[in-house]
């Protein structure tokens, strides 16, 4: 009987998705009727949580990597309570609805991470795991595992394509995540055609040189209690990620299955007629689940309740024995920061000796590490370069000694770290380590820092801008930012990054120019709890200039330097601010007072009043620009640029800035052609307005 209930509710899964896709005439049917039975296993035998509660932070996680079969994951979503309504699932892709084209954090009740790009969630799902084992070492007591929660990932063929998914399974092997569980949906076809014309490796194998533990469901139409021995013996394994191989046929049951059509194309209404003769439900219902479905999910939707009410009353004792820990936990997942943190930044004054920005930086974790324990710092193989790492800071490895006495089934592995680190050696992996930090951020309690060089950024983009759009606290630490890197040349020297960054809804892009900006750059970034931050660092030392400000940079722009009557504004960012005072002290020589301002943050610059903006670029006075960047995106805020039009090139820093003319010399130029041009003008017209 259990079998025939657990088919009875998959056939009706089946025959909704069919529905909910054909109804908008836009979705992909074929995976969300495929994946249906693995689904129904791990929601209704496995998954921990509670769909009036999810929020509950101990719930387990569970990744739609393969995002366009989301369809299937809203029908779930309706037959367990979380708030998707019948009328939200006929809905499904229109504006407005609960349901949309891709899972959405944020847009549907208990969706973890939104998931779209092909490869994301299952880094995501690495972030997420990395989480559970970090909180579990830190927080665990004997008698008390407040932290034991899995990560579920499901995903396809075009996931185990892509490369991000590669580097964060590496990852996932070497770090030996035993919560991870991904079940791969391996239905032989992508939208080109069946695999055999672009895809014959050996996935599995793949996996297993990469430390997983990997079996396979052989036939994932139909064999139920399959999926569940499969989920079981991957629950067993404590020091390996697991890969679920479930062989399915994509649009199973309908005319067009085993098709490339199947894919993305809703099924026409013949053909969804047959379907559900064939499942033996009535061709005349549409959007209809029988009443003993919503019975069969029932009791799991009680058991999450219970499952929460069980972890809220072990909180609780927890929170007795140990009020600091306890308190900590609920800060952390509060998203709020420690009392009294900002009078831990590091102050600088002229006097103090110039350093790179990435040195300051450095200085900076190591002043808010010791009071900040939500950091989760690290590099793709460049921590000497990008100083990410604080003093006495633990690796994140596999378990070591101190603490198997509160995780026993973890034995001492590596002996480089332990779970309780909050360092992670990502290795030559930038698109990875974005896609992991995003998982972090999603679990909650962490504010994740990955740092590379600024050009390398874009090798990640896909998972930065993701950050964006989840409207997560992640921290960029991008250093070598401009033509000042020097010697290594145009492969690692940005142009164009910044336009990029700076043009990218709800992201923050900061470009200190000396030691106080840099810790105002940090105050920005923490506060910032719905949007990530890109710190653009130099890698050549910087002065500590006078009159720069730790409170400006949350202005985005403020007056460095001022003179009575200036008839010229000279705004710069970063390395190249002090390139503008020193153009500023040229052109008072010349007879030609000059303000200059500090732009470190256009973006914080832009939502600052308009009252604001007329202190600062005071209307009626030509405005040059001077980054050692594309000049592109400067046109808002300045009427001249001083700046790149190019690429770089291989060469000593004073020779390249030289060569490309982004001198004080080149400023005074541009300064004195502006001001006779507009003088010829008879008016200077204002910049930046929105109308």
């Known amino acids: 009987m259990v079998q025939s209930q657990d088919r009875y509710a998959i056939d009706t899964m089946r025959v909704l998705a069919a529905d909910v896709t054909s109804a908008t005439n836009s979705g992909h049917p074929g995976g969300s009727i495929g994946c249906a039975p693995m689904a129904h296993v791990l929601f209704h035998r496995f998954m921990n949580f509670n769909p009036k509660n999810s929020d509950f932070l101990n719930k387990d996680r569970f990744v739609l990597s393969n995002g366009h079969v989301c369809a299937l994951q809203y029908i779930i979503w309706h037959l367990l309570g979380f708030d998707v309504s019948m009328d939200d699932l006929k809905s499904f892709r229109q504006l407005g609805s609960k349901c949309p084209g891709h899972p959405e954090r944020g847009d549907t009740d208990g969706i973890d991470v939104t998931t779209g790009p092909l490869g994301q969630g299952i880094a995501n799902g690495v972030g997420l795991a990395v989480m559970q084992e970090h909180m579990a070492a830190k927080y665990n007591r004997p008698g008390y595992e407040i932290f034991n929660n899995y990560t579920y990932v499901m995903l396809g063929d075009g996931c185990m394509q892509e490369g991000v998914a590669s580097e964060a399974a590496s990852l996932a092997g070497h770090w030996k995540l035993g919560k991870l569980i991904c079940l791969y949906d391996d239905n032989d076809l992508s939208i080109d055609g069946h695999n055999e014309v672009q895809f014959s490796e050996d996935t599995m194998k793949r996996f297993e040189s990469y430390g997983w533990h990997v079996s396979t469901v052989e036939d994932g139409n139909l064999d139920i209690e399959g999926i569940d021995k499969a989920i079981r013996e991957a629950q067993a394994v404590k020091d390996k990620p697991s890969l679920i191989r479930v062989r399915t046929t994509i649009g199973y049951g309908a005319l067009v299955q085993n098709m490339p059509k199947a894919h993305g194309s809703p099924l026409k209404s013949d053909d969804i007629r047959q379907l559900k003769e064939k499942f033996g439900f009535d061709p005349a219902k549409r959007f209809h689940v029988p009443q003993e479905v919503y019975d069969f999910y029932a009791p799991r939707i009680q058991h999450g309740a219970n499952y929460e009410a069980e972890w809220n009353s072990l909180f609780d004792r927890y929170a007795v024995k140990y009020p600091k820990e306890a308190a900590e936990i609920r800060r952390r997942f509060a998203k709020e920061l420690p009392q009294d943190w900002e009078d831990a930044l590091p102050r600088f004054t002229p006097s103090d000796p110039p350093m790179a920005t990435r040195k300051f930086s450095e200085m900076v974790l ?208 970063g390395s190249e601010v002090a390139i503008a005072i020193e153009a500023a002290d040229v052109l008072a020589q010349k007879g030609i007072p000059a303000r200059v301002i500090s732009m470190p943050c256009t973006e914080l610059y832009d939502a600052q009043p308009a009252a604001y903006k007329e202190t600062i670029f005071k209307p009626g006075l030509p405005i040059i620009s001077v980054e050692a960047l594309g000049i592109h995106g400067w046109e808002r805020y300045a009427h001249a640029h001083v700046g790149m039009e190019g690429f770089g090139t291989s060469g000593p820093i004073k020779d390249l800035y030289k060569h490309f003319n982004v001198t004080a010399e080149a400023v005074v130029g541009k300064a004195e052609a502006a001001i006779a041009f507009f003088a010829r003008l008879g008016y200077v017209p204002p910049i930046g307005y929105k109308i």
């Open 366 to 573: 190591n002043a808010l590490a010791p009071i900040i324990p939500d950091f989760m710092s690290g590099s793709a193989d460049l921590t000497p370069s990008t100083m990410t790492k604080w003093k006495g800071a633990t690796d994140f490895q596999h378990a070591s000694e101190h603490f198997t006495s509160y995780c026993p089934w973890k034995p001492p592995s590596t002996g480089f770290g332990d779970y309780a680190g909050q360092y992670f050696l990502y290795g030559v992996r930038e698109h990875g380590m974005f896609a992991i930090m995003n998982g972090m951020a999603c679990y909650g309690s962490a504010i994740p820092i990955g740092a590379t060089f600024l050009n390398f950024l874009t090798y990640g983009w896909g998972a930065a801008r993701l950050s964006a759009l989840m409207h997560l606290r992640c921290i960029y630490v991008m250093t070598h930012d401009s033509i000042g890197i020097g010697e290594d040349g145009p492969t690692h020297q940005p142009i164009e990054t910044l336009l990029l960054t700076r043009s990218t809804p709800n992201m923050l892009t900061i470009r200190p120019a000396d030691g106080n900006e840099t810790s105002g750059a940090y105050l920005c970034a923490l506060r910032s709890t719905t949007a990530p931050t890109i710190l653009s660092l130099s890698r050549q030392p910087l002065p500590n200039l006078e009159g720069s400000r730790l409170e400006g940079v949350a202005q985005g722009a403020y007056v460095l330097r001022d003179q009575p009557n200036a008839k010229v504004i000279l705004v710069g960012t």
